[in-house]
């Protein structure tokens, strides 16, 4: 009998899968639970908007955003008493007034920021994916992707993040990330994510 025929054949199965199918399969269940995690946020959110569990930031702009999408391009911020342009220069309300009307309600922010957030997370975690089957393949970068994967999902800075009202630096930080994985990949357009950030406020620049 030739050595090949006296392998059994579930190792024959082993050694001819692909090396990188348990991190393959840790991506897809990752982005999974990233993706339940998200319809969290907007029930979290949604709760918090309907019980009035919001401040004086999301008045300020909930009412600019209103009035830029109804043609007042230089809304004046009756919280601060100021033009709202000059409050850290948040340019980016601007185009998400668009989404006015789409849903006309304060919510929608909130859900803008849910998808940010979870945006971000899946950048962090393509990335760590990347870099942990660079670096240490095999079985071990699918550990290290799993690792990883349960610090974001058990963050719970990243739920405070989404419940402290509504604030731009949670628009900006999926811009960030993509800067940061860009660069370390030598993606030129990773300038083109700056341009992005820059419209978010000085505060996330």
């Known amino acids: 009998m030739s050595r090949l025929t006296a392998i059994p054949a579930h190792r024959k199965v082993q050694e001819s899968a692909p090396p990188g199918r348990w991190l393959r399969r840790i991506r897809w269940i990752g982005y999974a639970l990233l993706g339940l995690q998200l319809v969290g946020f907007l029930a979290w959110s949604t709760l918090l908007y309907?019980?009035?569990a919001v401040s004086f930031d999301f008045a300020q702009?909930?009412?600019?955003?209103?009035?830029?999408?109804?043609?007042?391009?230089?809304?004046?911020?009756?919280?601060?008493?100021?033009?709202?342009?000059?409050d850290h220069s948040e340019f980016l309300v601007w185009?998400?007034?668009?989404?006015?009307?789409?849903?006309?309600?304060?919510?929608?922010?909130l859900w803008v920021q849910d998808l940010c957030v979870v945006a971000a997370e899946a950048v962090a975690f393509t990335w760590l994916c990347e870099t942990a089957a660079r670096y240490r393949p095999g079985r071990s970068a699918a550990w290290l992707a799993s690792a990883g994967l349960v610090f974001l999902l058990a963050d719970p800075w990243i739920w405070w993040a989404v419940s402290f009202d509504f604030h731009t630096e949670s628009l900006a930080i999926p811009f960030a990330a993509l800067?940061?994985?860009?660069?370390?990949?030598?993606?030129?357009?990773?300038?083109?994510?700056?341009?992005?950030l820059l419209l978010c406020e000085d505060v996330s620049c």
């Not at 300038?191 to 992005?196: E, I």
């Open 50 to 52: 309907e019980r009035f």
């Open 179 to 196: 800067i940061l994985w860009d660069l370390s990949n030598e993606r030129r357009h990773a300038w083109w994510w700056v341009l992005t």
């Open 95 to 109: 185009p998400l007034a668009a989404l006015y009307w789409v849903w006309p309600h304060g919510v929608t922010l």
């Open 61 to 86: 702009f909930m009412q600019s955003w209103t009035l830029i999408a109804h043609g007042h391009l230089d809304p004046f911020d009756t919280v601060h008493s100021f033009p709202f342009w000059r």
